[in-house]
């Protein structure tokens, strides 16, 4: 990554912010998940994790209307093991396969 490139400050700031932190929770997306199987919905919470190549997953922790409402964990660039070692410890306190939260939105 070039030193002065937009990516490059944004990767730099990125690792600056993560200092410290084993990840980051944020919203996966705008919204609730669409009905059908033509989208997964708008990919905007994503896209700075793919211009990263850094690990981020989502989780689903409720349904609104019968459909997965999630969080997103983003991790540190290049600790993919850090990532899901954190993922599996939130998936058991979500508990989300053995009763699922409703949620109002």
């Given at each position: 990554i070039l030193?002065?490139?937009?990516?490059?400050?944004?990767?730099r700031a990125f690792a600056a912010v993560m200092?410290?932190?084993?990840?980051v929770m944020t919203l996966p997306a705008p919204?609730?998940?669409?009905?059908?199987?033509?989208?997964?919905?708008?990919?905007?919470f994503n896209t700075p994790w793919t211009v990263l190549h850094t690990p981020a997953l989502t989780l689903p922790v409720?349904?609104?209307?019968?459909?997965?409402v999630g969080v997103q964990l983003v991790g540190r660039i290049d600790d993919?093991?850090?990532?899901?070692a954190v993922a599996a410890r939130a998936e058991a306190a979500?508990?989300?396969?053995?009763?699922?939260?409703?949620?109002r939105v």
């Open positions: 030193n002065f490139s937009p990516i490059g400050l944004f990767y200092d410290g932190l084993d990840v919204g609730v998940a669409p009905a059908g199987l033509a989208s997964t919905g708008a990919p905007v409720a349904l609104h209307e019968g459909l997965p993919d093991a850090r990532l899901l979500f508990d989300f396969r053995s009763e699922p939260m409703p949620c």
